[in-house]
């Protein structure tokens, strides 16, 4: 199995979100057959959603994984509920005490009822694409564009590095 590099963003806006985020990114370490290569700092951003909640804590990191796709989606869905992530479809934007999202997984695309690499909302995310640029620098990501392009022209949201 080839060996790819992923990046995974965390969230936390349920419960000690600080605490989860780092206890989390321990979990991460422990995925088989993946390795931690760098994480970013924490961030505060504010929620978006059309649901009133709190600010969420968000982070990246970067893995090197040999696991497929849906093989790693399962894992992190394991950690989720690890930290009693609750998933109600009708509320998907719902207050959450941790969420992991495969944001890109090498150059891969993927597309299933399941799993969507790129992330479908990463270009709409600055608290993804804020944390990426910390731990990898400008990147050009294949049909979006320039991670700095990308940054620059996300809709605007309060986000501070903790």
């Not at 989860?20 to 390795?35: D, F, G, R, W, Y």
């Not at 690890?82 to 150059?107: C, E, H, M, N, V």
Request: with cysteine.
């Amino acid at each position: 199995m080839p060996v790819e590099e992923v990046y995974v963003g965390i969230g936390s806006n349920v419960g000690d979100s600080i605490v989860i985020v780092s206890e989390a990114i321990n979990h991460l370490c422990q995925l088989p057959k993946t390795e931690l290569i760098r994480q970013s700092s924490p961030y505060c951003s504010e929620a978006v959603s059309d649901i009133p909640q709190g600010d969420y804590v968000n982070a990246m990191v970067l893995l090197k994984t040999s696991l497929e796709p849906l093989e790693l989606l399962l894992e992190l869905q394991s950690i989720e509920e690890a930290f009693y992530r609750q998933r109600d479809p009708a509320l998907k934007w719902a207050p959450r005490t941790l969420d992991l999202d495969i944001i890109l997984f090498g150059s891969r695309s993927y597309d299933d009822s399941h799993l969507t690499i790129p992330h479908p909302e990463l270009q709409n995310r600055l608290f993804v694409l804020q944390p990426m640029y910390e731990i990898s620098g400008d990147f050009y990501i294949t049909g979006l564009g320039s991670l700095q392009y990308l940054i620059d022209n996300a809709p605007q949201i309060e986000i501070d590095r903790i």
